[in-house]
């Protein structure tokens, strides 16, 4: 799972895309306030395969 902001959402897309070779999954997180995994941004989805 990566959580990740909107700007890059895309970039979590090909990564997931790229490591597991399957369609991502993307979900609003709904949990208590996450960080970005690029930048330190509060995050604003999570993209899983």
Same mark, same amino acid.
């Given at each position: 799972?990566? +959580?990740? /902001? $909107? @700007?890059?959402?895309?970039?979590?897309? #090909?990564? &997931? &895309? #790229? !490591? +597991?070779?399957? %369609?991502? &999954?993307? !979900? *609003?997180?709904?949990? @208590? *306030? *996450?960080?970005? @995994? +690029? /930048? $330190?941004? !509060? %995050? !604003? +989805? &999570?993209? %899983?395969?």
């Amino acid at each position: 799972m990566i +959580y990740c /902001c $909107q @700007e890059h959402v895309e970039l979590a897309l #090909d990564i &997931v &895309v #790229d !490591e +597991y070779e399957t %369609a991502p &999954v993307i !979900e *609003k997180v709904e949990e @208590e *306030k *996450k960080t970005c @995994e +690029y /930048c $330190q941004n !509060e %995050a !604003e +989805y &999570v993209v %899983a395969n």
